[in-house]
C-alpha cells in the first residue's frame, strides 16, 4: 500500500511542514534493505543532506524504517518520510555529509549516470 503526504504547494507556511533542502537529482543503483534483512534493487533519484528520493517496486509505508546500500560506499538508514506509486522518500536517521554526497555524485558520473543540475525544494 503506497500512502503519500500533501503536497507541498498546499502545506502551509510551517516549516517544520516542509523537507527543504538543496538535492542532486540523479539516476545512480543501489539496495533496499528491509528490516528483516530482505533486498531489493533500487534506484537513488536525488540525494540531499536530509535523505534520498528513491525508485523501487517494492512496496513501502510512511514511517517504516529500511536501509539503502550503496554499493563501494556505504549503507544508510533511516525512515520513510513519504511514498507514492514506486518512489519514495528516506529521512536519514544521521545527515549526510556534503564530502559524501559529492561521492555519490561522482560515482553515478562514472557509471555515466550523469546527475542533472542541483535544484531546490
Known amino acids: 500500500m503506497n500512502t503519500y503526504r500533501r503536497s507541498m504547494a498546499n502545506a502551509g507556511n510551517n516549516p517544520l511542514d516542509r523537507r527543504c533542502s538543496n538535492r542532486t537529482a540523479m539516476s545512480h543503483p543501489a539496495v533496499l534493505i528491509t528490516?528483516?534483512?530482505?533486498?531489493?534493487?533500487?534506484?537513488?533519484?536525488?540525494?540531499?543532506?536530509?535523505?534520498?528520493?528513491i525508485r523501487s517496486e517494492y512496496g513501502v509505508?510512511?514511517?517504516?524504517?529500511?536501509?539503502?546500500d550503496i554499493p563501494g560506499?556505504?549503507?544508510?538508514?533511516?525512515?520513510?518520510?513519504?511514498?507514492?506509486?514506486d518512489q519514495f522518500g528516506l529521512d536519514v536517521a544521521n545527515a549526510?555529509?556534503?564530502p559524501v554526497i559529492k561521492h555519490i555524485i561522482a560515482m553515478a558520473?562514472?557509471?555515466?549516470?550523469s546527475p542533472a543540475p542541483g535544484f531546490s525544494r
Open 109 to 113: 558520473v562514472k557509471a555515466g549516470e
Open 35 to 53: 528490516s528483516l534483512g530482505d533486498k531489493h534493487s533500487a534506484i537513488i533519484q536525488n540525494v540531499s543532506t536530509l535523505g534520498f528520493k
Open 61 to 68: 509505508t510512511v514511517g517504516r524504517f529500511l536501509s539503502i
Open 96 to 98: 549526510i555529509p556534503e
Open 73 to 85: 560506499l556505504a549503507t544508510y538508514s533511516g525512515w520513510v518520510a513519504w511514498s507514492y506509486r
